[in-house]
């Protein structure tokens, strides 16, 4: 098959819309539509310091490259999470994208920080949502004490579908009020955006291997992707039938998503007693998961020359 605009040999066909297109094409073609969705849900505004979390795997690693190829200058921040070989892996493979990119990489390393890694810690709670927590929690304060005016993330369509469809299916309306491309940031709540939010993830695969990034394979070791995977199964076999039925459901749902909105409790939100950021209750669950008794410090100072 062939490119629908050069008639060089095709690298890609694309279902929705149904068209084949060469390497170049498809990069081009991939980078208009981020382009796209940015200006679309005003994503990055002018002179906004941006920081972009990264993994290591192929999402992140995607967004920056596609960033930086827009003409923005972006930070990154990795965060490792001590999680053995795998959190090793991982930083090593953030260190070869950064370079590639030419793009400054900040790490922030669990253990060193707060003295114990991911799956360390003795607490009742579950693992992936203690992770959460402390993920959460960093990379917000990491921007906030920094400066930074956004923090971009590689969601794409596929992760974006899935998590609204598996919160429909558990009924989680409290989860369904605020998703988007778009989360506004509020007092020490850093703005985040996705501007991967309308690709989709065979899209981004085959955008990293056109462009030649090298990226993470391997899976977190207390990964559950069985539930998630199944959702996105599902949504990958409907798309099959009805091309577009995913970028669809999504946009459907920005269009209703004002519906959920009566579901969020309006709670008051006071100053962490320990850190002094955002808290529903006297201390933040970060700061009470770590047990701890002074903030994390987080701010960067650069070596004065
Ligand atoms: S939450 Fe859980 Fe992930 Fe943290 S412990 Fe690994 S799988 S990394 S997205
Ligand atoms: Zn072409
Ligand atoms: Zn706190």
Request: charged share 30%; net charge positive.
């Amino acid at each position: 098959m062939k490119c629908r605009f050069c008639g060089k040999k095709a690298y890609i066909k694309l279902h929705h819309p149904k068209m084949y297109l060469c390497r170049e094409h498809f990069m081009e073609y991939f980078e208009r539509k981020v382009k796209r969705t940015i200006e679309k849900y005003r994503l990055l505004g002018k002179g906004e310091r941006i920081l972009v979390a990264v993994s290591g795997g192929k999402d992140s690693a995607v967004v920056s490259y596609v960033l930086k190829k827009l003409g923005y200058d972006i930070e990154c921040l990795h965060i490792n999470l001590g999680i053995g070989e795998y959190s090793a892996k991982s930083e090593e493979y953030t260190k070869k994208q950064s370079e590639m990119i030419n793009s400054k990489l900040h790490i922030v390393r669990i253990k060193e920080l707060l003295g114990a890694g991911i799956g360390e810690l003795k607490t009742s709670r579950p693992t992936c949502s203690y992770c959460g927590i402390t993920k959460r929690y960093i990379f917000n304060k990491f921007a906030h004490d920094n400066s930074f005016d956004v923090i971009v993330t590689g969601h794409n369509l596929d992760d974006e579908a899935s998590f609204i469809f598996s919160n429909i299916m558990n009924w989680n309306t409290q989860y369904l009020a605020k998703q988007g491309p778009l989360l506004p940031g509020e007092g020490k709540f850093v703005k985040k955006v996705k501007p991967l939010y309308e690709v989709t993830e065979r899209e981004v695969v085959a955008y990293a291997l056109a462009v030649g990034i090298d990226y993470m394979l391997e899976e977190c070791p207390y990964s559950r992707g069985a539930t998630t995977l199944s959702y996105k199964e599902i949504l990958n076999q409907m798309e099959e039938k009805r091309p577009g039925t995913k970028m669809n459901f999504v946009k459907g749902y920005l269009r209703k998503r004002y519906l959920f909105e009566q579901e969020v409790e309006k709670r008051e939100l006071k100053e962490c007693e320990v850190c002094g950021m955002p808290s529903s209750g006297e201390i933040c669950s970060f700061c009470r998961v770590w047990r701890l008794k002074k903030p994390v410090e987080l701010e960067v100072k650069e070596v004065k020359r």
